[in-house]
């Protein structure tokens, strides 16, 4: 059985993901809110491996999971974590400053959900109890 001990670690070892300076998921911060992660990257055989990325947020009081798995796009923290944070500013009606994105220019314009981003993938998100919905292409 899954102890409240283990629930508390593991949540610690998500928010260090993303929190930490050396975290492989520091795209996905977002100012103001203790979001946890993991990144990942997934070997493909037949071209650039798969970026995956999935992120928890408010970490003292989860509201929102998001999944993202982004086809031949890399490595989860750069590619993933970022639509990640993306999905979850939405959810949680906030938006990070510019200089809290790795890897975004501070005049890089903002997409509604629903909309593609610049690399052509569509991201929709789902409010709390508002049935399963996630990103694609």
Known sequence: P????HRRTLMEIL??????DNGTGKS??????????????A???????HA??????PMESPRIVVM???????????AAGPLAR??????????SPPADRPGEPAESP??????????????RAAAPGAGARGAGR
């Open 68 to 78: 993202v798995v982004l086809e031949c796009m890399g490595h989860g923290g750069s």
């Open 52 to 57: 995956l990325f999935v992120g928890v947020a």
């Open 110 to 123: 903002r997409e509604a959900p629903g909309e593609a981003d610049g690399a052509g993938h569509i991201a």
């Open 43 to 49: 070997q493909n055989p037949h071209g650039r491996d």
């Open 15 to 20: 928010e260090a993901v993303v929190a930490d």
């Open 2 to 5: 899954v102890t409240a001990g």
């Open 86 to 95: 993306r999905v979850m500013e939405v959810c949680l009606g906030v938006k």
């Open 28 to 41: 996905a911060r977002i100012e103001g809110v203790r979001v946890g992660g993991k990144t990942g990257t």
